[in-house]
C-alpha cells in the first residue's frame, strides 16, 4: 500500500477510532453477521492491528475472520478491513487500554471479568481518499473524472 494512504488512514483512524466490526462468513442473517459500532484502541508503535473492548457475552467475543468497515468523520478517508479477531491475553496491554470511558461501559472493576479486549490483526485493507481539495472540487463540478491514485489496498502496517 502507497505510504501516503496507509498514513491517510491511520491518522483518520486515530482522529475518529470508531468502525462497524463483525465476524466473517457468517452468511445467514444472525446475531454474528451484523456489524456492531466499537471503538479502535491503538498504539501507534503496533503495525497493523488495533484492539477492541467488549462484553464477554458479546457475539463478536468468539472470534475469528473479522471485517470492519471505516468512514472518517470528513469523508475524506474511507476503508474495509479483514483480519483475525483474537483474544489479548497480556495483562499490560488490557491495563494500558483500560480507562474511566472503557470502565463506565462495564459493571463494576476491570477484575469483574466482564470486560474481553479482543486485538484485530489486519490481513488486509482496502482503502479510499476522497480529494477534498481545490482541484478535487473543480474536477466534481466540471466533470472531469477523478485521479487514479485515491485508492488502494494491501496490508496496512
Known sequence: MKPEIRDAFWQ???????????????????EHAL??????????NAAGCVWFFMSRDSALAAGGPAQADFSATGHDVFA???GELVEEVDPAVF????TEEV????VGDKASDEALLM????????????DLWVSGLLRCLTGQAQQKGDHDS???S
Open 12 to 30: 483518520a483512524l486515530a482522529r475518529s477510532p470508531i468502525v462497524m466490526l463483525r465476524l466473517a462468513g457468517a452468511g445467514e442473517r444472525t
Open 80 to 82: 474495509v478491513l479483514e
Open 103 to 106: 470502565a463506565a461501559w462495564f
Open 95 to 98: 491495563d494500558r487500554f483500560f
Open 154 to 156: 494491501g496490508p496496512i
Open 119 to 130: 486485538r484485530f490483526d489486519i490481513a488486509n485493507a482496502e482503502v479510499w481518499m476522497k
Open 35 to 44: 456489524a456492531n459500532p466499537m471503538t479502535a484502541q491503538i498504539d501507534s
